[in-house]
């Protein structure tokens, strides 16, 4: 199965080099156009989204972070993306265990 | 807390009994399942921070190497460059179970072509670019596995802390005061029953027949 990057240009140019398959998206409409298309295709094992655009669809990349086995969903940085205090994963367990670990 | 609306029968008290037993049996187990999840949790997510960490430093040396290559090449040429490479990792992905929640396990076969561009009309800055985006990849696989695993194991745990907490605190002592509930009333009715019949012996029996004695 493929991998396949979703959302910002510098992203999908990066990983085309690598020969990694992207769609640049910066929009709402654009990236769930994408997504729909990524999902209805078999082959596509890991899509790769920027973080820049996760936040512009929260509850969906939630449910599908969560949801179904195949395709995985993971969030990467953009170029501007700083090194953030709290990680959206770090989030997760704590909300999950109840500290920090 | 609050007491079940039922009437305090015999056959009530023995139902309610059963589903309190099998309230308890139902506890342990998820407070098992609990148990597992958490430490499987914290397991993978510690790797998946120090992964993720990695991969950040990774990924914006990554973007800058790019963007100097952009400014050598310009990003018409980088973008022809980026249109030769077309073979790559190919990833196989298999589930494991723990608990009930199916966790990735991903293979990576095939790797980019080394060269897979012309060397004559692009440069050294390129190459390192597509060096620098090889060893994202290749930490990839291993990145979706574990962030995956952490969002999955995290769902279902607070999934079931949920369960756990409503059987701990709600279920359980409902039935509990219930139980304890028909019980004396049971008891009581059974005094009041003790009490009538002391009483119906006490008094003389046929009042007929004490008068003739």
Redesign the interface.
């Known amino acids: 199965m493929k991998i396949l990057v979703i959302g910002h240009p510098e992203a999908v140019l990066g990983f085309s080099l690598v020969g990694v398959h992207g769609q640049a998206a910066t929009s709402e409409a654009e990236i769930n156009q994408a997504l729909d298309d990524a999902l209805a295709s078999a082959d596509v094992g890991i899509i790769l989204i920027t973080e820049d655009v996760t936040r512009l669809f929260e509850a969906r990349m939630g449910k599908l972070q969560k949801g179904g086995t195949i395709p995985l969903i993971v969030e990467i940085p953009t170029p501007q993306s700083k090194h953030p205090e709290q990680s959206s994963l770090g989030e997760m367990v704590r909300q999950a265990i109840g500290v920090k670990v | 807390m609050s007491r079940l609306d039922i009437p305090p029968t015999r056959s009530n008290l023995l139902q309610i009994r059963q589903e309190l037993q099998f309230a308890r049996e139902g506890y342990e187990i998820l407070d098992k399942k609990r148990e597992v999840l958490?430490s499987e949790?914290?397991r993978v997510?510690?790797d998946?921070?120090e992964l993720?960490?990695r991969?950040?430093d990774l990924?914006?040396s990554?973007?800058?190497i790019?963007?100097q290559a952009r400014l050598i090449m310009g990003q018409e040429n980088?973008?022809w460059?980026?249109?030769a490479?077309?073979?790559?990792?190919?990833?196989?992905?298999q589930?494991r179970s723990i608990m009930g929640v199916?966790l990735?396990r991903?293979k990576a076969r095939g790797e980019?072509?080394e060269m897979?561009y012309s060397l004559g009309n692009t440069t050294a800055a390129?190459d390192e670019?597509?060096a620098a985006?090889?060893e994202?990849?290749d930490n990839?696989?291993e990145?979706?596995?574990l962030?995956?695993s952490?969002?999955?194991?995290?769902?279902e745990?607070?999934k079931t802390?949920r369960r756990v907490n409503a059987l701990q605190y709600i279920f359980i002592p409902d039935y509990e005061e219930t139980v304890a509930f028909i019980e004396s009333a049971l008891e009581e009715r059974e005094r009041e029953e003790t009490f009538r019949l002391k009483l119906l012996k006490n008094r003389p029996s046929n009042p007929a027949q004490s008068e003739s004695a």
């Open positions: 958490t949790l914290i997510a510690h998946a921070e993720q960490t991969m950040r990924m914006s990554a973007y800058h790019l963007g980088l973008e460059a980026a249109l490479v077309n073979k790559t990792v190919d990833v196989q992905i589930s199916s990735p991903i980019p072509p897979p390129l670019a597509s985006f090889r994202v990849l990839l696989p990145l979706s596995e962030v995956t952490v969002w999955r194991l995290a769902g745990l607070r802390q």
